[in-house]
């Protein structure tokens, strides 16, 4: 927390709080104004049971998708916010390339909605890693943020130290979901020490195609955890938002 931090915060104090989603000014910090709010796909049932993407028909709440079926995921259950879209990418975008915090107690609400039995069974929430180096270039991890925030929300502990990315990837931006498998393979490792015989929930930003949560849990998994679900904020849907 450096200049930009106290500078910041004076700013709260300064100037009236901007939405979420645009530069109207509104009551609160964290606040959006309605018709935009309306606007925001949340994610509700009929989900896939496993990695939560949006059924058509409602066929139980043990029903999978067809791709689940077909190559079930390496995680147990994947719940997300919000669809990934024009208007949730924005909220996804100030997140991780701004910095803009005054979302995350709004974020850590809708993820509780979306993933509360996720989060009751939990043992430990743990935050998606970065690699160290590209921590050090940007000063933060979004999924960290996300991750404590939820954490206090549901009194639950949380660890960032849970699991850390071994290897530095390019940004896996525009790849396919093929792609992406080979990218983050062997990409991260988890601490025995931290994990062992709990159960761990993951938190990220953006579920795309599920290769990262996948590759997390399999370092998970390794190192003895019981069991791994993921909450994100944000899941794409349709394929043509695998973009970030
Ligand atoms: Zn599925």
Not at 25 to 47: H, K, N, Q, R, Y
Not at 105 to 134: C, K, N
Not at 150 to 165: H, T, Y
Request: hydrophobic share 50%.
């Amino acid at each position: 927390m450096g200049s930009r931090g106290a500078v910041a915060r004076l700013a709260d104090l300064v100037w009236p709080p901007h939405s979420l989603l645009s530069d109207a000014m509104v009551a609160a910090p964290g606040a959006i104004e309605p018709d935009l709010w309306a606007s925001l796909d949340f994610l509700t049932a009929p989900l896939c049971a496993r990695c939560g993407r949006p059924l058509e028909q409602d066929a139980g709440e043990e029903a999978a998708c067809g791709p689940c079926i077909a190559d079930p995921p390496v995680y147990g259950r994947a719940r997300a916010a919000l669809a990934y879209d024009d208007l949730s990418s924005r909220l996804v975008l100030d997140l991780k390339r701004g910095g803009r915090r005054d979302g995350l107690p709004v974020f850590a609400a809708w993820m509780a909605q979306a993933a509360g039995p996720l989060i009751a069974e939990a043992d430990l929430i743990a935050p998606a890693p970065l690699h160290w180096t590209r921590l050090a270039a940007r000063k933060f991890n979004q999924a960290a943020w996300l991750a404590l925030t939820l954490a206090r929300r549901a009194n639950k502990p949380w660890s960032p130290a849970a699991l850390r990315r071994v290897k530095r990837r390019p940004s896996q931006a525009g790849m396919s979901a093929a792609e992406r498998r080979r990218n983050v393979a062997g990409s991260f490792a988890a601490s025995k020490r931290v994990v062992a015989g709990k159960r761990v929930l993951l938190v990220d930003d953006v579920l795309t195609t599920g290769a990262t949560a996948d590759a997390c849990a399999r370092a998970l998994n390794k190192a003895g955890a019981a069991a791994v679900d993921v909450v994100t904020l944000a899941r794409v849907v349709r394929p043509q938002d695998v973009t970030v």
